[in-house]
């Protein structure tokens, strides 16, 4: 890519900041699978999902119970 995709970050970079909104779920699961993803050192993602879907997502700076504890109240 000629320029190393400047011109494209350029005109996207106003929607870098925006994060979906995670679905509310209204039904109960059996299952539910929690797992976490560090994106870098200073980022976070822990994922909420059953085997079909995804359910809920939080964004944190690292692990622990409070960020948990929101992810499961959505």
Request: aromatic letters at 14%.
């Amino acid at each position: 890519m000629s320029g190393g995709g400047r011109t494209f970050r350029r005109k996207t970079s106003r929607f870098w900041d925006i994060w979906v909104m995670s679905p509310k779920i209204e039904e109960s699961k059996d299952v539910l699978y929690l797992d976490g993803i560090y994106l870098s050192r200073k980022s976070c993602i822990l994922i909420c999902c059953d085997k079909d879907y995804v359910l809920g997502w939080y964004l944190c700076r690292y692990e622990h119970s409070g960020a948990w504890e929101a992810l499961m109240s959505v």
